[in-house]
């Protein structure tokens, strides 16, 4: 029996996992198994829908074994630990996982471009529970800012400044009316009508 392993169930390891799936459904000389941590695929092309709150925040997680129901593909919800690639075996707190062949889909992480106290200062926009926490943060703000007798102060609590060049820009700013959006970028190319 071949074992495939795909470590990630983002958008890299979903496809992987259905392209083989299709390929050996009749081959029951091969496992095919996608291990995540979480048992949701995040539709990260949306998560600006959920922060600017224009989709509920569920609308953006897919579950995985609905997303493999039918197909030869064996979804285990695990946080691997450790990589024994001369082994060939994956390690996490409660299991080890052997594999022939495996494919590493994890994703990646926020990058800051070196913009003094970025990392520190801001919310990272990468995944669903960043995009959760934007929105409840900006909402927040709107609430507080509702209080608020003083006009500048209510202006600086409804003054928001985005770095780098997503696509929510535009977004964000039309869903939350009487606030300023200034964004932050390093390429006038980019978004000329930002900078």
């Given amino acids: 029996m071949k074992k495939i ?3 990630g169930g983002g958008y890299g390891g979903v496809l992987t996992a259905k392209k083989l799936a299709k390929k ?5 000389d091969v496992e095919i198994k996608l291990i995540d941590r979480n048992p949701y695929h ?7 829908e959920v922060s600017a709150n224009r989709a509920p925040e569920d609308s953006i997680k897919i579950d995985l074994k609905k997303i493999f129901a039918g197909l030869k593909v064996d ?9 024994d690639f001369k082994n060939k075996k994956l390690k996490s707190d409660k299991a080890t996982y052997a594999y ?6 994890t994703g990646s992480k926020p990058t800051f471009f070196g913009i003094p106290g970025a990392e520190e200062n801001t919310f990272s926009f990468w995944s669903y529970d960043d995009a959760v926490a934007l929105k409840r943060q ?4 709107y609430t507080k800012a509702a ?6 102060v209510r202006r600086a609590m409804l003054t928001f400044v985005i770095i780098g060049a997503a696509s929510p820009v535009s977004s964000w700013s039309a ?14 190319s980019i978004l000329p009508k930002y900078v």
């Fill in 24 to 28: 050996f459904k009749n081959d029951k």
């Fill in 175 to 188: 869903k939350w009316p009487n606030s300023v959006m200034n964004c932050a970028e390093s390429s006038t």
């Fill in 100 to 105: 022939d062949y495996l494919v590493i889909g």
């Fill in 42 to 48: 995040t539709l990260l092309t949306e998560l600006h």
């Fill in 5 to 7: 392993v795909i470590l």
């Fill in 147 to 152: 209080k608020e007798k003083n006009p500048a």
């Fill in 138 to 141: 900006i909402r927040d703000m």
């Fill in 75 to 83: 979804v285990v919800l695990d946080e691997i630990s450790n990589i």
